[in-house]
């Protein structure tokens, strides 16, 4: 089933085109790898996909509904997309369990229920350990768990990720991989922005950006590569 799906999308401010006609289907249980120079329009074809950003031209739709057409857009994030942001924005005045929960909360879910729904995501990526801690306490790959688990908590479908491993060594960009394979694995349809081959590799297609075009698509996984 396709997830999301973008056609013939251009994004346009002012006089730049950040991207050009790009159109774009990602299905339950596939990784997609974005590549691309700087500039490219990688992590804005990331915020057209999650609805963060509007299209200039073209149409985004999330499991079969056009996003023009939604009235509340940040309802339709908290219920279908997570969001792995590159600077991670997780809360420094909330413990790692509680910024897990706060979406769920924002949905209406009781605290009680969003409690049980954090933790259980956090054991699922390995950091149920660090879940009554706050992010200035945590490692960089603790941190990048706990953003992780705050865009899977609850029934999202989709994951988009942008650059979930630029800030951490390679043994554990490596774990944060495994873990997105994972999920993916279990159903979910993930997007992910890497300038990393090696990170690439895990993905079922990789898509090359170029002056916000695709310039090429590659849809091998690169097994050799893991």
């Known amino acids: 089933m396709t997830v999301v799906r973008l056609r013939e999308v251009t994004r346009e401010h002012g006089q730049v085109h950040a991207l050009r006609g790009v ?94 729904e954090a933790l259980t995501v956090l054991a699922e990526v390995g950091a149920e350990a660090v879940a009554e801690r706050f992010p200035e306490e945590l490692s960089g790959g603790q941190r990048q768990r706990v953003a992780i688990a705050r865009a899977l908590v609850g029934e999202r479908r989709l994951l988009l990720a942008d650059e979930p491993t630029g800030a951490l060594d390679t043994a554990t960009g490596d774990e944060i991989l495994q873990l997105l394979r994972s999920r993916c694995d279990d159903g979910v349809a993930v997007l992910l922005v890497t300038h990393e081959p ?12 170029r002056d916000g075009l695709i310039a090429e698509a590659n849809a091998v996984r690169l097994e050799s590569a893991r």
């Open 23 to 116: 159109s774009l289907e990602v299905s339950s249980g596939e990784l997609v790898a974005v590549m691309g120079p700087s500039g490219s329009g990688k992590s804005t074809l990331l915020n057209l996909a999650g609805g963060l950003d509007r299209p200039t031209s073209g149409s985004v739709t999330i499991e079969g509904r056009d996003l023009a057409e939604v009235k509340d857009l940040a309802a339709l994030r908290r219920g279908s997309v997570g969001y792995v942001f590159q600077d991670l924005n997780l809360i420094p005045s909330l413990t790692a369990a509680e910024n897990v929960m706060l979406p769920r909360e924002l949905d209406g879910v009781r605290s009680a229920r969003a409690r049980t």
């Open 198 to 209: 090696r990170y690439a590799a895990w993905a079922d297609r990789v898509i090359y950006l």
